[in-house]
């Protein structure tokens, strides 16, 4: 019997070999052409578990434990794979490398599942996950370590619609990216690793497909082979109707043509060993395993940003930090009072002037702070162009504090609410018709306002700027570029698939946050005749990325959407049949 075809059966070995402690009998799978079959597997592990229990009294536990394991139906000489506890060296090919233990830090899984239960669930279904915390810790001991992943993705998943979770793509990537280890990137996936290593791969994962999947592919094992097809093994969440029963797959795998005769495999830390998955894997298919101690993995460092094969430039989600069961704890202690403050912010911020108001919101925890000097006054008698790079929809509320004076500020999309608790008054709003939004613009200028514009045409959180937009360039003879930063504790103050009527509360409702401005040279637009205004606007672009330490990119609103969303950014009203975009 092929190693192939039993691996699909090991599931119900499983079922019998995790009620006691002889998960040993993985690391003796036999690697002769004789594999001992499925029916013999299963004697032979009921044998042991009885043996054991009469052994107990009498002490002699581990010696009929490993004479029934050399001993059992399959008839072959049983061969364990050589363990070295060490890093791999350069020249090995790598075949089978566990996620969890080779790759990440060493972490809990409990942060992954808990951002899945709330920013695909919400808030309660996160505050079950953490009310179930101490029991999913004690699972390992009575029920294996798997016990806790497969509880964990049940408070997490159950109910979840399967069409509309997007969680794995937009929000898991740039924390799973975050912890990576620099230490293990180097040793498993690094370019240099990669192009000595032809062949493929098999990456193991405990957490569920729809959550690893993504940042593997997208972000980590980037294809740079045509031949190299790297096999992801992770298992399926369920589905009933549509929605995820909260019930992991079995493993579903053809391993044909992907793991030689030869094969070796990389693990490390306690967390993965403790898995009765990830050494049934390792043990099975490899001819040597080379994992790293506990000790040695708690040296390891993250992977600088710098190094990421594909940086995460756009994501989602409203936690703005990695929810550990202290911090998630003290999110959800904080909710509440977070909601009085941001009424108490709105407040001050609609009833006071700002030399009365700014002082006060300081207080509370909302600053600002203006980097470099104010824009000398218009000596024309047109208005200001004011152009900004997009972190917030309240971008422009900090211009008009900074130069404490009103300011106009137009848009392509914001909610009624948004606009009823704006201390600037109303957006006008654009339509993306180049004709119709200049004309709108213009007319502003004319009658003298200071235009707040966000060319980008949608937020982006990350240190890049998206490609702006020209139409600004066209409008006046010269623009201010405005570089804009900002800084929260606990929650985003933006959203792609969320509630976007909730993007100023959750910004008010942060223990503390800070805005920086600064407004830099006058760039004249007029006086490049031979320019090109998508020259102009690009030189505007990079001017602010310089003064912010940002990238410059070319990606637009539309990229942002289809990959945070699945669409293009554009929705439909529930009332009437106008379609709207959304920033």
């Known amino acids: 019997m092929k190693r192939q075809e039993y691996l699909i059966n090991f599931d119900y070995t499983h079922q019998l070999l995790r009620l006691h402690p002889c998960w040993l009998l993985v690391l003796y799978i ?19 578990a009885e043996d054991q229990k009469m052994a107990a009294a009498d002490g002699q536990k581990n010696k009929l434990f490993f004479s029934k394991l050399l001993s059992h139906g399959g008839g072959g000489a049983l061969k364990r794979p050589v363990i070295h506890k060490r890093a791999p060296p350069a020249a090995a090919k790598l075949a089978v490398v566990d996620v969890e233990g080779a790759l990440l830090l060493p972490r809990s899984l409990f942060p992954y599942f808990m951002l899945v239960a709330v920013e695909a669930g919400g808030f309660l279904r996160g505050l079950v996950l953490l009310l179930l915390y101490p029991f999913i810790l004690a699972l390992p001991f009575f029920s294996g370590a798997d016990a806790a992943v497969r509880a964990m993705a049940f408070v997490a998943f159950c109910g979840l619609r399967a069409a509309r979770f997007r969680a794995g793509r937009a929000v898991l990537p740039r924390w799973l990216l975050q912890d990576v280890a620099l230490q293990g990137f180097d040793l498993a996936v690094s370019p240099a690793r990669r192009q000595r290593q032809s062949s493929s791969a098999l990456y193991v994962s405990r957490m569920p497909r729809v959550m690893v999947e993504p940042f593997l592919k997208e972000y980590l094992l980037i294809q740079d082979q045509e031949s190299r097809d790297d096999v992801i093994v992770a298992r399926e969440m369920k589905t009933t109707w549509g929605f995820y029963t909260g019930f992991m797959e079995d493993y579903q795998w053809d391993l044909a043509g992907v793991v030689e005769e030869d094969a070796i495999g990389f693990t490390g830390g306690s967390s993965s060993s403790s898995s009765m998955e990830s050494f049934f894997f390792l043990n099975s298919l490899c001819k040597e395993i080379y994992t790293i101690t506990d000790e040695e993995k708690a040296k390891w460092q993250p992977l600088p940003p710098r190094s990421h094969p594909r940086p995460v430039v756009f994501h989602d989600g409203r936690l703005a930090i990695l929810p550990t069961p202290l911090a998630i ?7 509440p009072m977070g909601a009085l403050l941001a009424v108490a912010r709105i407040a001050i911020a609609l009833s006071l002037p700002y030399r009365l108001a700014t002082p006060l919101l300081a207080f509370t925890g909302q600053s600002w ?5 104010l824009p000398p006054s218009a000596e024309h008698v047109n208005g200001q162009l004011y152009v900004c790079n997009h972190r917030t929809l309240i971008d422009p509320v900090y211009v008009s504090i900074a130069l404490n004076r009103p300011v106009r500020a137009v848009s392509y999309s914001l909610s009624r609410f948004s606009d009823l608790i704006s201390p600037i008054g109303a957006t006008v709003r ?5 004709a119709h939004d200049g004309a709108a613009m213009a007319a502003l200028l004319q009658q003298g306002s200071q235009v707040v514009v966000c060319p980008e045409g949608t937020t982006c959180r990350e240190p890049y700027l998206l490609r702006f937009s020209p139409l600004f360039a066209e409008l006046t003879d010269g623009v201010v570029p405005v570089a804009l930063a900002v800084e929260t504790a606990m929650f985003h103050a933006t959203t792609a698939g969320g509630w976007k009527w909730l993007d100023p509360l959750y910004y008010l409702a942060n223990p503390r946050m800070c805005y920086t401005v600064e407004f830099l040279p006058r760039v004249e637009t007029k006086a490049k005749a031979k320019a090109s205004s998508a020259e102009v606007a690009n030189e505007v672009q990079r001017r602010v990325a310089e003064a912010l330490g940002y990238q410059c990119t070319m990606l637009t609103r539309k990229e942002k959407y289809r990959m945070l969303a699945g669409n293009h950014g554009v929705v439909q009203r529930r009332r009437g049949s106008s379609m709207e975009e959304r920033k």
Do not use: E, H, K, Y
Request: hydrophobic share 40%.
């Open 30 to 48: 036999s690697r002769d052409p004789v594999t001992p079959s499925t029916s013999s597997l299963l004697a032979t592990a009921a044998c042991i």
């Open 329 to 335: 704890a003290a999110t959800l202690a904080w909710l």
């Open 369 to 373: 702070r203006l980097r470099g000097s």
């Open 430 to 434: 654009l339509t993306r018709d180049r």
